[in-house]
C-alpha cells in the first residue's frame, strides 16, 4: 500500500513509496519518464518539454509548453539581497553548498511559496524555481571563478540561456553553438528524475511534513553532493586525471578498486538499481565522442576512461558484482569539453534533477501522504539498570 515502508532484513532497509512518475528496469536497463522512453526522451524533446512531462505528466501542447516558458520568464528576478548571501562566501566555498543555501535563503524572499496547498499555489512555487534556480546555478559558478554576476536574457531559450548566465563572455557565437547547447539539454534531459534515489527520498520525506518546495529541495541538494551520488561525476574526473597522472597505469587501479583493505572504488561504477548497463550511459558515452568531435577537443582522460571501462566489463569481480558504468562516469567528460569547471558537475546534476525533484515533491503532496516516519529494526540493548557515576 502507499507509503508502506518493507524492511529487508537480508541487506538493507528500503523505504518504498507509490509513484507514477519515472519506471526503471534494474535488469533489462530501461529508464521512463511518464511512460516515454529516455532514449526518445533524450533524441526528440528539449529539457523544458521534459521538465514540463516530468512535473504535469503529459508532454505539453506548442500552447502548454509556450505558457509554461512565458510563466517561468516572468519570474527569473532573483532578489538582489541574496547577492549578499553569495558574497559572504569565500571563493573556496564548494558551489554545492553555495546552491543549497542559496535555494534556502530564496524562502525568505518568496513567502508565498513556502504554505501552498492548492494546486495553483504550487504551480506559482514551481515556476519560480524553475526560473531562478539557473541563476543561482550561474552565480555559484561565477561566484568560484571570481567573474561578475550576470542576469538572463528571456530571448533566449531556457538551456541557452543558462549558458549565458555562466560563461565569462557570453559570446553568442558560443552561447548559440547548437553542439554545445544540444549536449548540455540532453545531459539535463538524462538526469531529470531517477525514482527514488538518495536525494529524491530526501526530497520527499522532507516535502512530507510540508517544509515547503523550496526547503525540501535544499535538502536534496546537499544529499546529492555526497561522492556515492551525484558528487560522483566530479570525484570520476579527480580519478582519472589522478590515473593519468600515475602514468595511466588502469590496471593498478582496477586492483586497488578490488582489494578489500583499499577504499578506493572506481567511480562512475555500480549502481543500487542498475545490474547492467545504465541506459543513461550508454547515451552519454556516445555523446561523449561526438561533442568532443564537434568541438575538436581531444582529451587524454577520455581513452583512460575507456580503457578502464573496457578492463572492468571483462573483470570477473566487477562481472559477479554486476558493476556498470552508471550516469556519472562519462558525464563529467562532455562538462569539461564545455569548459565546465570540475566542482560545477555536481552543480550541473542539480539543475538537470531539478524537475524530478519537483514532480516528486508535487505528486507526494497532491496524494496528501501522511509525514516520511522511516521504520527501523533496533538492534539496541534490553532494558537495564542504572549505574551511578562513581561505579562506572
Ligand atoms: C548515482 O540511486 C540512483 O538512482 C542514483 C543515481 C541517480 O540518477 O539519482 O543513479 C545517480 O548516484 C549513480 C551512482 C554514482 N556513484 C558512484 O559512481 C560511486 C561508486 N559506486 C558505488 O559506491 C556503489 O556502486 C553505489 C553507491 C553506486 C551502489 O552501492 P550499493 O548498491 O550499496 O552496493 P555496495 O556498496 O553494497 O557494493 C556491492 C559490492 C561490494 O563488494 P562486496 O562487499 O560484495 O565484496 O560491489 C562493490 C562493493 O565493494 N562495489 C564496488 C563499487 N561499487 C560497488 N567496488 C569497486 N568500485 C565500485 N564503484
Redesign the pocket.
Known sequence: ASGMITIDPGYKNTGSCESGITFLDGEKGILRYRGYSIEDLAEKADFLEVAYLLIFGELPSKEQLEKFDNDIKSKSHVDEDVKKILDGFPKTAHPMGVLSSLTSALIAFNPTSVNVSSEEEMYNAIVKIMAKFPVLVAWAMRKKEGLPLDYGDNNLGYVENILKMMFKKPNQEYVQNDIVVNALDQLLIL?AD?EQ????STVRIVGSSHAGLFASLSAGISALWG????G?NQ??IEMLEGIKEDGGDTKKYMAK??D?NDPF?????????YKNF?PRAKIIKKAADEVLGDLGVVDPILDIAKGLEKEALEDQYFVD?K?YP???FYSGIIYRALGIPTEMFTVMFALGRLPGWIAQWREMRLRNEPIGRPRQIYVGENLRPFKDLNKR
Do not use: I, Y
Request: net charge positive.
Open positions: 538526469h531517477h534515489n538518495c536525494s529524491t561522492p556515492l551520488h551525484g560522483a570525484a570520476v578498486a578490488k578489500k572504488r572506481l567511480m562512475g561504477f555500480g549502481h543500487r538499481v545504465d558484482r558493476l552508471n550516469v556519472d
